[in-house]
């Protein structure tokens, strides 16, 4: 079963913050978080551990709720080089057998 | 980028013919993944390979096989492709830290 990955789609203006969460009705090993734009395969933005740690890229954070298997991506002062769908990405162990979510669409307008 | 290819990187292919789709990796990574992406449905892993000809299904392997002779390469093959098939296919590796980068995909048509 997919993690629920919530709201489908934001706009943005240049500076705005957005949050975009990810819930799973498993227990997760990790959350991953991808960045993808259209045409283009997705990057990697960050993973995080279960132990509830937070992690950045840029302006870009991430948290993990372990207890209620959900994580949530924040992206503070948005840049248009935001823009793109995002994805969470979970997995109960370590294999690397990830279940994405069905992403959220970014839009960051000057 | 993790040194992965795809190849072919677009390929429009009949119903009932044999597929055979490439992912090749140049830093002798253990772990590597096939996913399908289509509209709605993000990304889902097809197969994956812990080692050279050690692979295991995914959420979505029916009508697909796998084969990994080579650390190097993983291929993908769609023994009788379908309509449902026709999709976006991206390979992937798992990284030190386990986080996966992926190849630039390829496009399937089959018509």
């Known amino acids: 079963q997919q993690p629920v990955q919530s709201p489908q789609a934001v706009i943005l203006r240049e500076g705005e913050d957005a949050v975009i969460n990810c819930s799973s009705s498993k227990a997760l090993y990790s959350v991953h978080w991808y960045r993808q734009k259209h045409g283009e395969a997705p990057v990697f933005l960050m993973i995080l551990l279960k132990g509830g740690e937070q992690k950045g890229h840029e302006k870009i954070s991430a948290s993990f709720n372990e207890k209620k298997q959900q994580s949530s991506l924040y992206l503070t002062a948005s840049q248009l080089s935001y823009s793109g769908t995002y994805f969470c990405g979970t997995e109960p162990d370590s294999w690397g057998k990830l279940q994405f979510g069905a992403g959220t669409q970014v839009v960051v307008t000057p | 980028d993790a040194g992965i290819t795809q190849s072919p990187r677009h390929k429009v292919t009949e119903t009932g013919t044999p597929v055979t789709l490439r992912c090749h990796q140049t830093e002798n990574h253990r772990y590597m993944y096939w996913y399908r992406q289509d509209p709605g449905h993000g990304l889902r892993l097809i197969h994956y390979?812990?080692?050279?000809?050690?692979?295991d299904k995914g959420e979505v392997s029916d009508g697909y096989s796998v084969s990994r002779s080579k650390t190097e390469d993983f291929l993908l093959t769609l023994e009788s492709a379908t309509s449902s098939q026709t999709s976006v296919y991206f390979c992937?590796?798992?990284?030190?830290?386990?986080?996966?980068?992926f190849g630039p995909g390829t496009r399937l048509t089959v018509t």
């Open positions: 992937a590796i798992k990284g030190q830290t386990y986080e996966q980068y």
């Open positions: 390979s812990y080692g050279v000809k050690d692979t």
